[in-house]
């Protein structure tokens, strides 16, 4: 299988959504209940999780812009990532040794690690985590997934936007 064909099998890039689906405001809508809210972020989080990745990405490199060369450093070690696990299909060979994948991820997880105490950035890459976590959270309650309720068929969706019991 050639390269370009192998990066279009991969789960993550299968499941890559559209942005315009991803940031549609028309299917923005405030949950009703906690139970429906922690539904969607559930639903969501399945169906745009590249997406979610992704935009990750984009605020821990938008944390990065004061110290640019921290920056170039880990836009190495992400593309290293995305080459050497997401995009390859085949083993790795180091002077004719084949790395298992398992070896090649905890090589890059030790190299990400030391690279985050060596350029002393752990404090930006925590509130990356927490806001990028707090987008998602946001989106994902805020966003109603195209099967709306956790409760089924069991509101009557064509009657009431909030629901009301329907006929058994």
Known sequence: ???????????????????????????????????EATFRIRQNFRYFLPNYVALGFLVLALSLLTRPLSLILFLCIFAAWVYLVFASEDTISVLNYE????????????????????????FKLFIAVVIGTAIVIVHGALRAPENDSPYGSLLNASDNPMGDYSDI
């Open 1 to 35: 299988m050639s390269g370009a064909a192998a990066i279009h099998t991969l789960p993550a890039a299968a499941g890559f959504r559209p942005w315009p689906v991803f940031l549609s405001t028309s299917a923005l809508s405030f949950p009703v209940s906690f139970t």
């Open 99 to 122: 790395a298992d994948q398992k070896i090649v991820v905890g090589f890059l997880g030790v190299l990400t690690l030391g690279a985050v105490l060596w350029t002393n950035i752990w």
